[in-house]
């Protein structure tokens, strides 16, 4: 017996579950209900309309109504807007907006797919301003058009993944931009001490990045920052984040969160029986911290839109929560993160004992040219070794790390397994000890007491106060630029000069990376020494994080120089 699904929305959850149903069965009937005019369109490439990288906005479609039809035999209504649902006869009024005429269709099965709406806040003078949001093809393309002709100041408010792409193709396509951030730093799925690689990166390409400050007005399309700052701007782009669509969900009575969005169970399914809801709409449960929020990525937005066919057909749904893991692109950096952050674990109050390892290796054999620094951040639990959380940052296969500590964490996996991973290797790909390999270890160490560690953002309160600094880099390396204060003692000459280390106060030892001064560190332990620390990540992880802070707040370095080699 043929059944009728009706789906609102037509993006990534909605397109996927539509397509599922219909891969179940051939009898059944299935209608997409899209208010824009485009469905199943590339909304995480819509920043890259801007800078010419994605050259015609019908790039951005794959796949149109016609095509929906012939492919699929769905029903694809764009430009039709659901305005109610008649949980009682199982309904929904939808209103043609080319048409103007609102009509009735009844259902079988509902599900709720209309993805999140950008955030707008009511801010004085905002009227006046020329603003854009980016959620659709029409946006970008309205957007792109308010661009054309001689290159603008466009100020981008909000730091988060919309707002950073933006950024970076607005600049390439030769605007003059200013990022605006409220909060002390971008990208939050990133730690304090590890998204000052990706501020220093952004400023240099020549961004006015402003964190920490907040927009409390708008003069015309200039922005007033709550400091009493003024940003000229003749365009604004508002990325200050997204919220659900739950007009549909309060209307017809279905339950919300805690977080706001709409509460469904472990099957996608509303408090009614016959509504189901994915995407943007929806909170998630994480099993990392055993309580929900909300995750407004594609990825988990299709996976959840599989399982709703799968249950309305009778399947059963293998849902065991989210961790949440991301990837972007910030200029000539790469960045990803998985599962929980130090900063989300102390902000969210979790109780969770952790410790965290930094370590800057390679992400290829040193002799080849390709090979580049990476700055890797693993989160683990405390004494369990249950990994949490990681974050990559650098100019290579970030992506490939964070997947890998991703599918350990899925796995309930721990540090040990880190280190017994058998992973690909060649000089061009990675290193016979691949990061993720190295991470293990250096937390396996520190777990065990194996040697005490402090981390970048810790230096410059040791500096100030004039703790026992050692330099163990090689002499020329010291000459070009050094700690304020602090003593070279070359490893290679460290055993012949151990007298000039005190043993009665803590000394902390670093050298470009944290490698060197590991092998100080046990070497000197060896000796008898228990008074020592490693500086995780190294000269170069201390020169990333003081940069951007150093620059903007004009306050007294506590660096000769910087190096970022």
Known sequence: MSRKYLVVGGVAGGASAAARLRRHSEEDQVVIFEKG???????????????????????????????FKKQYNIDVRTEN???????????VTVKDLKTGKNYTETYDKLILSPGGKPIVPPIPGIENANCYTIRNVVDIVK???????????????????????????????????????AMP???RILDEDMVQILHKEIYDHGVNLIVGDKVSAFDKSNVILESGRRVESD???????????????????????????????QNFKTNDPDIYAVGD?????????????KLPLAGPAQKQARGVADHINGMQIDNRGYIGSSILKVFDY?????????????????????????????????????????????????????????????????????????????????????????????????????????????????????????????????????????????????????IIGAKNIPLSQLRDRIDEIPKNNPVYLHCRSGQRSYNAVLALQNLGFDNLFNVSGGFMGISFYEFYIDKITNRKPILTDYNFD
């Open 235 to 265: 365009v604004v782009v508002l990325a200050i984040g997204v919220q659900p669509e739950t007009d549909l969900a309060k209307g017809a009575n279905l339950d919300l969160g805690k977080t706001g969005a709409m509460k469904v169970d």
């Open 37 to 67: 005019p485009h469905v199943s369109f590339s909304n995480c490439s819509l920043p890259y309309y801007l800078s010419g990288l994605v050259e015609n906005s019908e790039e951005l479609v794959m796949m149109n109504p016609e095509k």
């Open 81 to 91: 807007e659901v305005l109610s649902i008649d949980r009682k006869s199982k309904s």
């Open 334 to 482: 790469n960045a990803a993160s998985t599962g929980l952050t130090a900063g989300f674990i102390e902000h969210a109050k979790l109780g969770i004992d952790y410790d965290c390892v930094r370590i800057i290796p390679g992400d290829k054999v040193g002799l080849m040219p390709s090979s580049r620094a990476l700055h890797f951040k693993l989160i683990y639990e405390i004494p369990t070794g249950r990994i949490l959380g990681a974050q990559a940052i650098g100019k290579g296969n970030v992506d490939k790390r964070i997947d890998v500590i991703a599918t350990v964490i899925k796995f309930n996996g721990t540090i040990h397994d880190l280190k017994d991973l058998e992973l690909c290797y060649a000089p061009p790909f990675g290193t016979a000890k691949d990061v993720v390999n190295f991470a293990g270890y250096v937390a396996a160490n520190i777990l065990k007491g194996d040697f005490k560690h402090i981390h970048v953002n810790k230096v410059r309160s040791l500096q100030e106060s004039g703790a026992t600094i050692i330099d163990v880099r090689e002499e020329s390396e010291y000459e070009e630029s050094h």
């Open 281 to 293: 709409v929806i909170e998630v449960y994480s099993y990392l911290f055993n309580d929900y929020f």
């Open 185 to 187: 730093q971008i990208l």
């Open 143 to 181: 957007l792109g058009d308010a661009l054309k002709g001689a290159p603008k100041k466009v100020s981008v408010i909000g730091g988060g993944f919309i707002g950073i792409e933006t950024v970076e193709n607005l600049k390439e396509a030769g605007h003059s931009v200013t990022l605006v951030e």
